[in-house]
């Protein structure tokens, strides 16, 4: 297993340039889309496609990720929500423990039954502490886990919590508002867990518009993930592809 989609994220760090991850859920993606909706995202200025849900049938991942590989060469990370969406035909996994849980399944229960696919496997594995926070909406993840998220008042208690994820050893810690949050995440929230850690930080979850996902950018994401909006806001693809994008930028 090589590490070179982590480096590059490391080496955009340390330049300041910003990525841009697209969430594609197998579970409300059809197959058939894929072509049109890569299309787009070749045009806009994505750097990564992440490929999971919550809950989502045996062997649907596998082949969405093999069509999505057909259109881009985009690296295809995967975002699992259970050992199931585990596929060597990515690039890359994001191996979540979920650290605002105390849920022993999704802290490592479900990391040891994903092992002996993993051995055999060439995907790149980059751990991640992953927090879920307050979006405004009950999220997938709450039902699935039978976790809460972290209060989005309590801004210290979410600080301490990724710094204990980079103390154990994560790669990445990813901010999670949850598919469909009411907002993203505030500013608040990204700077100080970014001032406190010394770990690319991945925000995802409400960000439906170039002036969030900009302030988003400003406030400390080093990777900024959308998902729902991509999909459902048409006039979004315009303000993100990289012509438009790069000509507005502040």
């Keep these: 297993m090589n590490n070179k989609i982590y480096q590059n994220i490391l080496n955009s760090v340390l330049e300041k340039e910003k990525l841009l991850a697209v969430l594609i859920d197998p579970d409300k993606f059809l197959v058939d889309k894929v072509g049109a909706f890569i299309e787009k995202v070749n045009a806009s200025i994505a750097t990564h496609i992440f490929v999971g849900g919550s809950t989502v049938d045996d062997f649907v991942t596998g082949i969405l990720v093999v069509e999505i590989k057909k259109h881009t060469k985009l690296p295809v990370v995967l975002f699992p929500g259970d050992v199931t969406q585990i596929t060597n035909k990515a690039n890359a996994l994001l191996f979540l423990s979920l650290l605002s849980g105390r849920n022993p399944e999704y802290l490592i229960g479900k990391h040891v039954q994903a092992v002996s696919k993993l051995k055999k496997s060439t995907l790149e594995v980059i751990p991640t502490g992953y927090l879920l926070i307050e979006g405004g909406k009950v999220t997938a993840v709450e039902r699935v886990t039978g976790e809460k998220p972290l209060s989005r008042s309590d801004v210290q208690e979410i600080v ?91």
């Design 160 to 250: 301490d919590t990724a710094f204990a994820g980079q103390l154990l050893g994560m790669k990445l810690i990813y901010l999670e508002a949850g598919s469909g949050a009411k907002a993203p995440l505030t500013n608040e929230i990204i700077t100080e867990v970014k001032k406190a850690l010394k770990l690319p930080i991945i925000v995802g979850g409400g960000i439906r518009s170039k002036q969030q996902l900009d302030a988003v950018y400003k406030a400390g994401a080093d990777i900024a993930v959308i998902g729902t909006a991509f999909e459902q806001d048409e006039l979004f693809f315009e303000e993100l592809k990289k012509d438009k994008y790069y000509e507005n930028i502040s």
